[in-house]
């Protein structure tokens, strides 16, 4: 008998997901969230609760454009079927600030957050995109569950470490349309999941003048049965629930402990393992 090799498949035995994220809740993201859900997708908005409300303008090369931010009112119904995560309370820097100050920004943001969603929230992104060792220590005490870097890997490999998520690319990136290309490609021989994962800020698009072009991708990347459309958080704690299996010393039994079902490749077929229960995959 040849070594068999597990590999994890998504929901309903797909084997690519999407997900969006997206910083700041600017104005800009109601025309972007009107295009997600058009094109039936799903994103992660990260939300600095202690500056919704306030105006400014953003300016790059000579270029000014408005940088306003979202009214708390408007929160829950621009956002609806969407994920509300942590930015921070004002998008302090928490790697060059003190523990207390940015034990601080978290807690204010996510019970500012928990109030609008009336549920944990338990994703973010760093503001800046900066973190280190003594961020991580807090955060694994904070209820956080995932943080996302600004370092776009290029790849479509599951992070080993949510609070060190680092995405495929920006939108802007030279890249995308290639990268979808690759995403897309009818796969041959199954090497686990892929997980294309787009960043950015939504005022960018008036910055740079490319809105058609992102709704050019979420048209090419909408539609397919194959690709799991998901939140950040959705993708986390699947892949969180998979690595609590429990496996018997034959391999040949697998305990569920957790309240998904799972979907396994498993030598060239799909196993749904049930919440739960034990299955016995030579059956």
């Known amino acids: 008998m040849g070594l068999r090799r597990d590999m994890l498949q998504f929901p309903g035995g797909r084997q690519r997901a999407l997900t969006f994220s997206y910083d700041d809740a600017v104005t800009q993201d109601v025309r972007f969230v009107d295009m997600l859900n058009r094109f039936q997708l799903k994103g992660t908005f990260n939300i600095n609760t202690g500056l919704l409300g306030q105006h400014s303008l953003h300016e790059k090369n000579g270029k000014a454009v408005t940088h306003d931010k979202l009214l708390p009112s408007q929160v829950p119904q621009v956002y ?46 760093y503001p800046f995109g900066t973190y280190n060792d003594g961020l991580l220590a807090l955060l694994r005490c904070s209820g956080v569950e995932y943080s996302r870097t600004i370092e776009s890997t290029g790849s479509f490999k599951l992070p080993r470490d949510f609070l060190l998520w680092h995405p495929t690319c920006h939108h802007g990136d030279e890249r995308l349309f290639a990268l979808a290309e690759a995403f897309l490609e009818p796969v041959q021989r199954y090497d686990g999941p892929l997980l294309f994962y787009v960043w950015g800020h939504t005022y960018e698009f008036d910055e740079r003048g490319d809105w058609a072009r992102m709704e050019q991708f979420m048209q090419k990347m909408s539609g397919h049965e194959e690709v799991w459309y998901a939140a950040n958080i959705e993708i986390c704690d699947y892949v969180n629930a998979a690595r609590q299996l429990r496996y018997s010393a034959s391999g040949q039994y697998i305990y569920n402990p957790t309240a998904q079902d799972i979907w396994l490749w498993l030598d060239g077929r799909t196993v749904v393992l049930k919440a739960g229960e034990t299955t016995d995959v030579n059956e």
């Open 80 to 125: 609806q079927g969407h994920e509300l995560a942590l930015h921070g309370l004002t998008h302090l820097d928490l790697a060059l600030a003190g523990q207390a100050a940015a034990a601080y920004e978290i807690a204010a943001d996510r019970r500012n957050l928990e109030e609008i969603t009336k549920a944990p929230v338990r994703g973010m992104a």
